[in-house]
């Protein structure tokens, strides 16, 4: 496992043609960056290298190959002491390392904004009203923040880390633009039902979030979040 | 205000570091993403001898989409249009971003080898190259010549 893990380290994403970022495996074997799967799995949803077909729910259960936050590999970058988060659901999502790497920078040059190609598509971080609108979709945008590393998140980019999680593993979810007035509203409204769960037994609040996990996503499957299949 | 994405530094460093042989493909100064492209007529082709200007873009989702590619010499072959619009699969449904500038030139340059006037863009010359092949290379050569020869 380390071998593997050590001697993805070296080789480099056929798509982003850098070092692995979180390696992802597609059922037909080959690895790619996990944002460079979903941009392939989301747009042409075929294989980069061999064309074979990605199944429409890959994207639910990736098979991550590295659960390490992959700080080793963005070493041309010196932005440890801020990260940059966008809001998801019921919390927030740290940005992979590479975008947090482009945002510091353009921050710290004092643009105004950030232009990220991310997972195939391209978003706009706008610093001073701290949102993410996707370019192609103005209605898609998320809420963003500069924080300390140290802040409570989901995950990295879609990748969720329990910290108390069972064995290491680790889930992804798909990147959701929220248009604010709506999901999260319905985002405080879960995360208030946790709440009023938490004095009671851990195990039920665990199956309580599950749930509400479950049925949030397959409702946000249905009303679906690939581009190009229409705006809301 | 738009940093170049990482991977389109990385293709060009190695464009101009490692460049591939009969092909050259520089960026333009004000545009990192425009290039100017010049391909060598493939040897043993109608196309030998000839220097082909092209031009290549990069749109803003590249890799997720296809560079756009265009031949600015006139050149005479069932594939290429009289505005130099290449018929190539890799450049339209069967783009896939784990191809490069370079992979994308190098099949251009394979193209100008092996015309295929069964999947025609200039239809009055894939006609001409199934009827009278040897005429159309005739062609070919004299379009070369004409028009991909004087620097």
Same mark, same amino acid.
């Given at each position: ?55 429409h ?23 440890h002491?801020?990260?940059?988060y966008?809001?998801?659901r ?53 809420r ?22 069972l ?66 | ?11 060009t ?42 031009? &290549?873009?990069? =749109?803003?989702d590249?890799?997720?989409? %296809?560079?756009? #590619?265009?031949?600015?010499? *006139? ?36 193209? &100008?080898?092996? =015309? ?5 863009? %200039?239809?009055? #010359?894939?006609?001409?190259? *199934? ?21």
């Open positions: 496992m380390v071998d593997v893990q050590d001697e993805l380290r070296e080789q480099a994403c056929g798509v982003c043609l850098e070092k692995y970022n979180h390696p992802t495996k597609l059922p037909c074997g080959h690895i790619f960056c996990f944002l460079c799967v979903k941009g392939i799995a989301i747009q042409s949803k075929k294989c980069a290298m061999c064309r074979t077909e990605i199944p729910d890959y994207l639910n259960n990736p098979v991550l190959l590295d659960n390490i936050p992959c700080e080793k590999n963005s070493t041309d970058c010196r932005t002491d801020y990260q940059w966008y809001e998801g019921n919390g927030w999502w740290k940005y992979d390392e590479r975008s947090n790497c482009d945002l510091e920078a353009a921050f710290i040059r004092g643009d105004k904004q950030c232009k990220l190609l991310l997972a195939g598509a391209l978003y706009h971080v706008d610093f001073e009203k701290n949102l993410q609108v996707r370019q192609n979709d103005q209605t898609r945008r998320r963003v923040r500069r924080d300390t590393p140290t802040l409570p998140s989901k995950g990295i980019a879609g990748i969720k880390t329990n910290s108390e999680n064995g290491g593993e680790i889930e992804a979810e798909l990147h959701r633009e929220h248009s604010e007035n709506t999901e999260n509203n319905e985002e405080i409204l879960v995360s208030e039902d946790l709440n009023a769960n938490a004095s009671e037994e851990d195990l039920i609040s665990e199956i309580v979030h599950t749930l509400s996990d479950i049925t949030l996503r397959t409702q946000e499957e249905t009303a679906s979040d690939l581009p190009d299949t229409g705006n809301r | 205000m738009a940093a170049l994405p990482r991977r389109i530094i990385k293709e460093q190695r464009l101009m570091q490692e460049p591939v042989p009969g092909i050259s493909a520089v960026p333009s100064e004000t545009n990192a993403r425009y290039f100017h492209v010049i391909v060598t007529g493939p040897e043993d082709s109608p196309f030998e001898g000839g220097l082909f200007k092209l031009e &290549l873009f990069l =749109p803003e590249y890799p997720m989409s %296809a560079p756009k #590619v265009r031949f600015i010499t *006139k050149i005479y072959h069932p594939n290429i249009d009289r505005l130099g619009r290449i018929c190539l699969d890799i450049l339209k449904d069967k783009w896939s971003p784990a191809l490069q500038i370079r992979t994308v030139l190098l099949s251009i340059q394979a193209l &100008l080898s092996a =015309p295929n006037p069964d999947d025609p863009l %200039a239809n009055d #010359v894939a006609e001409l190259w *199934k009827v009278n092949e040897s005429e159309a290379i005739r062609n070919a050569k004299e379009w070369t010549r004409r028009y991909a020869m004087d620097n």
